[in-house]
C-alpha cells in the first residue's frame, strides 16, 4: 500500500526559530500534498494545497510567509513554521495522493511542534 | 462553502454491539468520501472510500454507504470490539472549478468500546 513518512515526528523548539517538516511519499509519486493543523481533540483543518512544480495554494487564514510551503519533487513537500511562536505548537499531518480529485488520500504520522 | 458534520460527537457502547456513526455534508459535488480512524496522537489510517458514484464500501466489519443526494454517509461497524476504539473521521473531496480540490474533514466522533 501506498506509505507517507513524516519527519520528525516530535520536535521542540524555542521561539523565534524555524522548523521544518518532511513529507515523503515512499513508493508512490504524489502529485497533490496537503499540510493540515489539528489542535488537540479538534479536527483536521486544512493549511494549504499543493501541486509539483507549483506555488501552493493557502487557505483563508493561514499566513504564506509563516507557513512556507515547498513541493519540489514528486515525492518530497516541506513545510517550515518561520519564526515560531508558542500559539504555533500543534500537531502538523501531511497528506499525500496521486492524482487528487478521485485519489484516496494517504496520511503521514504527524508531527508534534513545541514552541517553547 | 462545504461543511461537514458528524455526529454524535462521542459514543460509547459495550463490546459486541453494532454501531452506526453518521457523516452529513452540504455541498452534493464532491468526487468522493473517506472514512479515517485516528488513535490519539497519531496520523489517519484510511478505512473505506466512497467514489461519488458509488453507494457503498465494505471492509471486514466495516460498511460504508453514501447518499450523495441528501449529503449523507453513514459508517456501520458490526460486532465492535475494545481495538476499535479510537475517533473515526469522515472527509469529502470537494469539486473546486477554480482551483485544487479541496478536502474537507468532519470533527469526528470519539468511539470507546467497552469489554
Known amino acids: 500500500g501506498a506509505v507517507v513518512s513524516q519527519h520528525p515526528s516530535w520536535v521542540i523548539c524555542k521561539s523565534g526559530t524555524s522548523v521544518k517538516i518532511e513529507c515523503r511519499s515512499l513508493d508512490f509519486q504524489a502529485t497533490t500534498m496537503f499540510w493540515y493543523r489539528q489542535f488537540p481533540k479538534q479536527s483536521l483543518m486544512l493549511m494549504a494545497t499543493?501541486?509539483?512544480?507549483?506555488?501552493?495554494?493557502?487557505e483563508q487564514g493561514v499566513e504564506k510567509d509563516k507557513f512556507l510551503i515547498n513541493h519540489a519533487s514528486l515525492t518530497l513537500s516541506t513545510l517550515t513554521v518561520t519564526s515560531a511562536h508558542p500559539e504555533d505548537s500543534s500537531f502538523y499531518i501531511c497528506s499525500a495522493s496521486v492524482w487528487g480529485g478521485n485519489s484516496p488520500l494517504h496520511f503521514g504520522n504527524g508531527t508534534r511542534l513545541t514552541v517553547t | 462553502k462545504q461543511e461537514v458534520t458528524q455526529i454524535p460527537a462521542a459514543l460509547s457502547v459495550p463490546e459486541g454491539e453494532n454501531l452506526v456513526l453518521n457523516c452529513s455534508f452540504t455541498d452534493s459535488a464532491i468526487y468522493n468520501l473517506q472514512w479515517f480512524r485516528q488513535d490519539p496522537g497519531k496520523g489517519l489510517t484510511s478505512l473505506l472510500l466512497?467514489?461519488?458514484?458509488?453507494r457503498e464500501q465494505t471492509s471486514g466489519r466495516l460498511n460504508a454507504s453514501l447518499d450523495k443526494s441528501s449529503g449523507r454517509s453513514t459508517l456501520y461497524i458490526a460486532a465492535s470490539q475494545p481495538g476499535d476504539s479510537a475517533t473515526y473521521l469522515c472527509?469529502?473531496?470537494?469539486?473546486?472549478?477554480?482551483?485544487?480540490?479541496?478536502?474537507?474533514f468532519g470533527p469526528g466522533t470519539s468511539l470507546s468500546v467497552i469489554p
Open positions: 472527509a469529502v473531496t470537494s469539486i473546486r472549478k477554480t482551483s485544487y480540490d479541496k478536502v474537507i
Open positions: 499543493s501541486n509539483e512544480g507549483s506555488k501552493a495554494t493557502y
Open positions: 466512497i467514489q461519488s458514484s458509488q
